[in-house]
């Protein structure tokens, strides 16, 4: 990366300051762009969904791996559960979606619970022996009794395929027929999977993150507090592919010491540390045994830290400058928080970045592991929250003695309740994976570049002022 005529400004710069600027470039698609990451996570797109209770969860992690990207569970759920969610996530089909399903016996109002637990928005009615008999969707279930049973309003003109069925297939055979989802089965016509039209193009587009004996890849995070060494075994014994060492404030002793903890239960799997925001605490982390390391403090929707503590730096400054330590001590970094728009996930690689943590954004999709609710207009959002806030602490320390639970609900640094509102057009976290792909793709060709090694050498970066800034946003209702 450099900047246009070598004007490298002395301040610290966000990702609304600076602009990418077209280069000469022989990539004529964006489909010749290679997303994977070079960290050695085995992610197929520079995506991590960050540590969030109200964002990582084993659907956001299923969904996300099929993608190509990694989710992180957080540090606050127990070992023995994350030894759950990971056996299931890697038990789930890389091709085919986690099909929801009810009996003919079952209601509506429990079909109308189900429906927005998944973007493919359909329940598979099956028979005792797990054969589908029927498919409800939403319009199925607009104007009836909710107490009607699903046999009276399931559509039973069912499209029932084989599991190794190519995608493209698929797509074919729904894009001809009236029916909008296909049933996978195996050979005793068992329901296996669900694949909407959508799916299929996207399988085409995507690769799965998998690990060495083809599961979905799943993360998991660790605080620095408590007896490290054994929370790290649990979670690697329990199959984890990244273990993440996580707290506010990376570069403390406590951190250095839990890297150390971490690192006496030999893990092979790369370990992820933070968060810092200087070429030091890169250094330091980096030492005491970090392979990537965790950039920001304080840019997050739901962080408060710097209007609490005026403590933090602008992101893109911070990754660019840990990235370029982290390169030439051969190491990697996340850059994590501060993203709103797909050009904060451009611009955030093009500093050198190897992937791009993203919370809140996710927190707004079928996949995240709220409950779905409709406020006063009737939209439906779901509620985030951030991980230093009273609410997570409060959870955090749910062990403690009343005492140490109330004195450490004083200190709070993020927002314990915010409403992410589902956008109708891009309910599902694979709707923004599209749109945050397409720009990354896009980018790299107007950088001339086909992989992201190559876009971070490639890339030539301008500062701007807030009006041209605002001049790049569009104009959808006119001026």
């Known amino acids: 990366m450099r900047f246009i005529e070598g004007h490298r400004p002395s301040y610290d710069l966000t990702y609304d300051d600076v602009f990418l600027v077209p280069g000469r470039s022989a990539v004529d698609s964006r489909f010749g762009v290679d997303l994977s990451t070079s960290d050695g996570t085995g992610a197929t797109i520079p995506i991590v969904v960050a540590n969030m209770t109200a964002v990582a969860g084993r659907r956001m992690a299923e969904t996300v791996a099929r993608r190509g990207g990694l989710v992180v569970l ?78 009276d309003v399931a559509d039973e003109r069912i499209v029932t395929l084989p599991m190794d069925t190519a995608p493209r297939d698929v797509f074919e055979r729904l894009h001809d027929g009236t029916q909008r989802v296909a049933l996978g089965v195996d050979a005793e016509g068992r329901l296996r999977g669900v694949m909407t039209s959508l799916g299929a ?17 799943v993360a998991a995070a660790i605080g620095v507090n408590g007896d490290v060494t054994a929370k790290a075994e649990q979670l690697l014994q329990a199959g984890v592919d990244t273990l993440v060492v996580d707290t506010a404030h990376g570069h403390q002793e406590k951190m250095l010491a839990a890297l150390k903890a971490v690192r006496e239960a030999r893990p092979t ?3 992820v540390a933070g968060n810092v925001v200087t070429a030091e605490g890169v250094r330091d982390l980096v030492e ?45 970094v996340w850059a994590d928080g501060g993203v709103r ?17 993203i919370g809140s954004w996710f ?14 207009q009737g939209r439906l959002y779901k509620e985030s929250f951030g991980m230093a806030s009273k609410r997570a602490v409060s959870a955090r320390t749910r062990t403690d003695n009343a005492f140490d639970r109330a004195r450490k609900g004083l ?53 701007q002022s807030a009006a041209g800034f605002a001049e790049g946003r569009p104009l959808p209702s006119g001026w």
Request: with cysteine; proline share 5%.
């Open 363 to 376: 927190a707004g999709t079928y996949e995240s592991p709220g409950d779905l609710q409709r406020d006063e």
């Open 74 to 151: 957080p540090q606050d759920v127990a070992p023995e559960a994350v030894a759950e969610i990971v056996q299931w996530v890697k038990a789930r089909h890389t091709v085919w979606d986690t099909p929801l399903t009810l009996r003919s016996g079952d209601s509506v109002a429990d079909a109308v619970n189900l429906l927005h637990k998944r973007a493919h928005g359909a329940v598979v009615v099956i028979d005792d022996d797990g054969r589908p008999t029927g498919v409800v969707d939403e319009a199925a279930c607009a104007g009836v009794d909710r107490f009607t049973r699903l046999h």
């Open 341 to 357: 728009h797909p050009r904060d996930v451009a611009l955030a690689l093009a500093a050198g970045a190897s992937s791009v943590m």
């Open 411 to 463: 200190f709070e640094e993020g927002i314990s309740t915010s409403r992410m509102r589902l956008d109708p057009t891009s309910p599902g976290v694979e709707d923004l994976l599209d749109a945050i792909t397409a720009g990354v793709r896009s980018a790299c060709t107007y950088a001339g570049a086909q992989t992201l090694e190559e876009f971070h050498a490639k890339a030539t970066i301008g500062v």
């Open 288 to 332: 005491a045994g970090a392979d990537i390391v965790k950039v920001g403090v304080g840019p997050g929707a739901m962080c408060t830290t710097r209007m609490m503590t005026g403590v933090g730096r602008p992101q893109f400054s911070a990754v660019a400058e840990c990235a370029a330590e982290a390169r030439r001590l051969g190491k990697h």
């Open 201 to 217: 193009l996207r399988a085409g587009v995507y690769q799965p993150a998998l690990d060495d004996a083809n599961r979905l890849r």
């Open 269 to 271: 799997v790369p370990v």
